[in-house]
């Protein structure tokens, strides 16, 4: 359903719905009761302590498509999630148990093809609620883990993608059959078509919701990924670096530097002393100081050490 208008903060929300219906099953997710009256999209989303910005912007995306994955750094990831999660709520406690009762009231009298048609219902309703289970138990729980800092090793949102899968061919068969195969009197044709037509809303609206997860959240995901990981470099190289200034008792001697240089480059003892002109006793002496100092006693952590605290550059390291 497009209009092609973009909803801003100002606009009336009674407007949005007098545009777009639609609109009224976002509402319920994002946890925004009726009763708002002539406020503005503002002044309800505050209301419902909801982010307004991340409210237009599914809105938006949903009504006309409109969105620009630069904004996706000003939106507000608890909101987000709300607006899943309940959305997964609606769906499966609500919308799919709904459209059961429609659809067993329309085919009962069918007898062994209604039973036929009840199955495929609840294998499509089976496969639903697997996939957003899924989501729940995996891909929501990461992210409040993102939200709150921390980084999981062994899951992230490309494993997320790869596996996001559609859960609409069931449905499709359906409602090919309904249509194409299933004869009746008129009070069961009238059943059946308000059926469809919840079905056909039902799987737009499944389309929409994955729509969203697919070109809203795992985008603004990836971004809170990579801003997790950039600022986890940055504590991991400030914390060793604070911890070589800190647990030194006194700063490295110019030698033991030297003798941290010449280890990087990948130079043995012998290699050392020869290149210093000190006895190989000696540099077994600096490196045990130089390991006491730093509390890091292997090549590879006095490497990262070097580059860090600007002793060696990059490049001149054998990685
Ligand atoms: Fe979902
Ligand atoms: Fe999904």
């Given at each position: ?91 499966l406690d609500y919308q799919l148990p709904t459209i059961r009762k429609q659809l067993e009231d329309a085919v009962i009298q069918d007898d062994g ?29 990461y992210v409040k883990g993102l939200i709150n800092g921390e980084a999981s090793s062994n899951y992230d949102v490309t494993t997320f993608s790869k ?157």
């Open positions: 359903m497009k209009n092609n208008k973009v909803y801003e903060a100002d606009d009336q929300m009674i407007s949005l719905i007098r545009d777009n219906y639609n609109v009224l099953q976002s509402l319920g997710s994002f946890g925004i009761n009726l009763g708002f009256g002539d406020k503005t999209v503002d002044e309800t989303c505050k209301d419902n302590n909801v982010d307004t910005y991340t409210f237009l912007t599914v809105v938006n995306f949903t009504i006309n498509d409109y969105f620009n994955p630069d904004d996706s750094e000003k939106l507000s990831m608890p909101t987000l999630m709300q607006y899943l999660e309940a959305s997964h709520v609606y769906f093809l209604g039973k036929l048609i009840m199955n495929l219902y609840d294998e499509y309703a089976r496969e639903v609620k697997k996939h957003m289970k899924y989501e729940e138990r995996m891909l929501f729980p596996h996001h899968g559609q859960t609409d061919t069931k449905l499709k068969e359906l409602k090919n059959i309904i249509l194409k195969y299933l004869p009746g009197d008129t009070l069961r044709n009238n059943k059946l078509t308000a059926t469809l037509y919840c079905i056909y809303n039902n799987e737009t609206w499944l389309g929409l919701h994955a729509k969203v997860e697919d070109e809203i959240f795992v985008p603004a995901i990836r971004r809170l990924e990579s801003r997790i990981k950039q600022s986890n470099v940055a504590k991991n190289i400030s914390s060793m670096v604070f911890k070589g200034v800190q647990e030194n008792g006194n700063i490295l001697s110019d030698r033991e530097k030297e003798v941290i240089i010449s280890l990087v480059q990948g130079m043995s003892n012998k290699e050392i002393a020869d290149h210093l002109f000190i006895s190989t006793n000696t540099v077994i002496t600096h490196r045990r100081n130089i390991a006491r100092k730093l509390q890091i006693h292997s090549t590879a952590g006095l490497t990262i050490y070097a580059i860090v605290n600007g002793l060696v550059d990059i490049s001149s390291v054998k990685l």
